[in-house]
């Protein structure tokens, strides 16, 4: 009877896309106008003010004998250390009508705060939340059982032991695995090294450029393509923070890759005079420094070839073979050291949980797929148009009778022969991981 209540919450399923697509857009705009302000001050001519006029130009000598004009001397120039009640103490003006000090001001205190701000809040507020949903998904009855079977943590149950009281050791044994993933995950130690790293050279990078708009030059100047790549890398790790803050998917990871960035952009900005024309090598190095990593790579690759492995390669089976993906879901699997369809299948559904904002129903039908994936192939494509997208429908086959047509047109699909249909139904319906995936999948059929 539990297998065919399993085996009937097999359903058509759709794909869908993790996160919240309108506040992501949201975000992508505000750094966009964001980026629009800080590059038009330190674009030139703007920022600093012209220098004050020095009197009338005197007209140049007369090529006759006619005696020179007489000039008569400049008007004296009001101090800059006139008294205030002078009335004529001069303060230099931005073109947004703030004094330059105020803004140079503002423009770095809020550079430097974003960060800090942004990731305190994270690990104050959402960080609790999140946890709270994970344990709430995972204890429930029929699936915490399950779960522990996968990990191998399964307590064995006790001869005339109540259901309450196993139910009660099942749930102790999850609160050890899951605390110590969460504490492997989140712990605040993990998240001090990095998010300070992250800070230092955020600060340290916005202090730069505001002092190259509003104040004096260091004593050794960075060069205009530098400044601009280390201004898209601040506009991205900025981007980054509040993208993952908004989809609850902020790691320690992610603060490693922001101090990283800032030292990329001082290698890619010294180098944007051999990738682009002189004309175009600031905005240039800004462009690099706003790119993902992964195409970071590609960009690179396509200027200086296969050089040293530049051009990343997909693991197989390839994830890009699975319904719903895309190169940023594709990108953010590769952070969790997940490059194949055969690492997703058996990867742990909790753990990538705690490391990603993934949707339980996507990520659960990825796996799902990649599971029959890892079996069939490219034959895949071949299999969904018969209504078997994954490895699920594939295992419900297991017990159909001789004749079956269902299993008449997988064996024709696949060029194999319908017992061969049968016993790959039966390896798969006999994997406890897959078992685990049906289990929470049937979750959401029930619903």
Known sequence: MRW????????????????????????????????????????PGHGKMPPPSQGPAVPPPSSTNAPAPSVSPPAPQPSPSASPASGTNSVTQTPYGLPASRLAWLLLASGALTLPVVSLAYLVLRLQARKAALVNFFTQDVIIERYLVMRGRRPPRAEGESDDAY????????????????????????????????????????????????GPAFSVSLPSAMLYALFGAFVWSV??????????????????????????????????????????????AFFVGTLPFSQLIRFFGTRFGTLAGLTPT??????????????????????????????????????L?????????????WM?????????????????????RGAIEMA?????????PRVESVATALKITPSDVRNLASNLYLDNHLLLIWHLWGLFEQK
């Open 239 to 284: 981007w980054m923070i509040i993208r993952a803050y908004t989809r609850n998917d902020l790691t320690p990871s992610t603060f490693y890759w922001v101090f990283f960035r800032h030292l990329l952009a001082l290698a890619y900005g010294g180098l944007a005079g051999q990738i682009f024309t002189p004309a175009y090598a600031d905005l240039g």
């Open 314 to 351: 997909e693991g197989a089976p390839k994830l890009s073979d699975l319904q719903g993906m895309d190169s940023t879901v594709i990108q953010r699997l590769d952070e969790m050291d997940i490059h194949s369809a055969q690492d997703l299948a058996f990867s742990d559904p909790m753990e």
């Open 396 to 404: 419900s086959l297991h017990n159909a009778p001789e004749g079956d």
């Open 4 to 43: 065919a209540r399993r085996c009937s919450s097999v359903g058509p399923r759709t794909s869908h896309v993790p996160g919240n697509p309108l506040r992501t857009r949201r975000v992508s705009i505000l750094a966009g106008i964001v980026a629009v302000v800080i590059l038009g001050a330190i674009s």
């Open 167 to 214: 139910r009660a050791r099942l749930r102790l044994a999850f609160k050890t695995v899951f605390t110590g993933e969460l504490r492997q995950q989140y712990s605040l130690r993990n998240f001090v090294l990095p998010m300070a790293l992250a800070w230092f050279v955020a600060a340290l990078t916005i202090f730069i450029l505001v002092r190259s708009i509003f």
């Open 353 to 365: 949980l705690l490391l990603s904002n993934f949707p339980v129903k996507v990520l659960v039908d």
């Open 368 to 388: 799902d797929q990649a599971f029959l994936l890892n079996y069939v192939g490219e034959g895949i494509a071949d299999l969904r148009v018969r209504g078997i």
